[in-house]
């Protein structure tokens, strides 16, 4: 296992508000959380603000102390082992850069590769990797403090790769970035993965990134796990429906009765209609058969239930 927890909890002391501010509370940001990850796995980290996705990688990587449970990251406990897991763990922090400020970019990859002890050779040939991946090149001698968002992102997760870690963990690696900027970042992730083998876990609210980077999802709220299997399944776990959009070749009655069917609207006098189908009980060709029957197909799509609607609904059935 490259990850694994046991039961692995988290506690703050935190002061109330208002009168109760001179009592102090226990606040469980991360409570009792069983994790495993396989090596190579990919795995995205979901959940609101505060559901205690940082303080878990904290703890990850050693920089947070367990109140109890146990985490042992790349077989090692983390805070113990800090020194030999920073060789098998690379860490982007999206608000926080471990790039130096006031050098050029190529000056910090030098630094970290002395403190990596990568050999020469190695160093070098793995430094023109990333550069080329990352597309770096533009702005290699330019000091990190007047990159864009977009190019010091890309910057630092070379910083973060340049050791070949085993695990990447990325928090909120496409915050604040640009379509663009976004697409060349999972691309080469997704690349760094296919040629190294690579295991990552990562937080986001984007649910693009989870779309494009993650088998695996895992979904927090109150620092408790409340999902954790794939992305399809999450949308079956909240009982979402995928919708069928159809074009009809003249204007058409609201089919309303087609089996494990909901008839959600119609446009341009029916010519256009949207029936969500549950994939549980039927199929798509199934719906489209009986549809048939009825009026003549000119066009059809497929709607996938929207991620964000779907992790919505998981929280509101526990409300
Ligand atoms: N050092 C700390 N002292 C007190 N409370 C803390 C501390 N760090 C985190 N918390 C609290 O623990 C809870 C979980 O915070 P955490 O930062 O892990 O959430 P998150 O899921 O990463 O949120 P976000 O998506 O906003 O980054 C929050 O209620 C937060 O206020």
Not at 85 to 113: K, M
Not at 165 to 189: A, H, M, N, W, Y
């Amino acid at each position: 296992m490259i990850i694994e927890t046991d039961r692995l909890t988290r506690e703050f002391r935190v002061r109330g508000k208002g009168a109760a501010a001179l009592r102090r509370n226990t606040l469980r940001a991360v409570d009792e959380l069983q994790l495993r990850v396989s090596p190579g796995e990919s795995l995205g980290y979901i959940g609101a603000n505060g559901a205690g996705k940082s303080t878990t990688i904290k703890m990850l990587v050693g920089i947070l102390v367990p109140t109890s449970g146990s985490v042992r990251t790349c077989g090692l406990d983390p805070h113990r082992d800090r020194r030999r897991l920073a060789a098998e763990v690379g860490v982007v922090f999206g608000q926080r850069s471990q790039l130096w400020w006031d050098l050029p970019v190529r000056e910090s990859f030098d630094i970290l590769a002395a403190i990596h002890r990568l050999p020469g050779s190695d160093a070098r040939s793995r430094t023109a990797e990333l550069i080329e991946q990352l597309e770096l090149t533009d702005f290699l001698l330019t000091p990190v403090r007047q990159l864009s968002l977009g190019q010091r992102m890309r910057a630092e997760v070379a910083a973060a790769l340049l050791h070949r870690p085993r695990l990447v963990i990325l928090d909120e690696p496409t915050i604040g970035l640009d379509v663009l900027s976004k697409q060349r970042l999972r691309e080469f992730l997704i690349t760094e993965r296919q040629t190294h083998g690579t295991t990552l876990l990562l937080t986001t609210h984007d649910m693009g990134d989870i779309e494009r980077l993650c088998e695996r999802v895992l979904v927090v709220d109150h620092g408790a796990t409340v999902y954790d299997g794939s992305l399809d399944g999450l949308a079956r776990a909240a009982g979402s429906d995928r919708t069928l959009v159809l074009d009809f070749v003249d204007a058409t009655p609201d089919l309303t009765g087609i089996p494990h069917t909901t008839h959600l609207g119609s446009e341009v006098a029916g010519a256009r209609q949207r029936l969500a189908f549950d994939s549980e009980r039927t199929t798509a060709a199934a719906v489209l058969a009986a549809v048939g029957q009825q009026a003549e197909l000119r066009d059809l799509s497929i709607e996938e239930p929207d991620i964000e609607d779907v992790v919505r609904r998981i929280y509101q059935a526990r409300r």
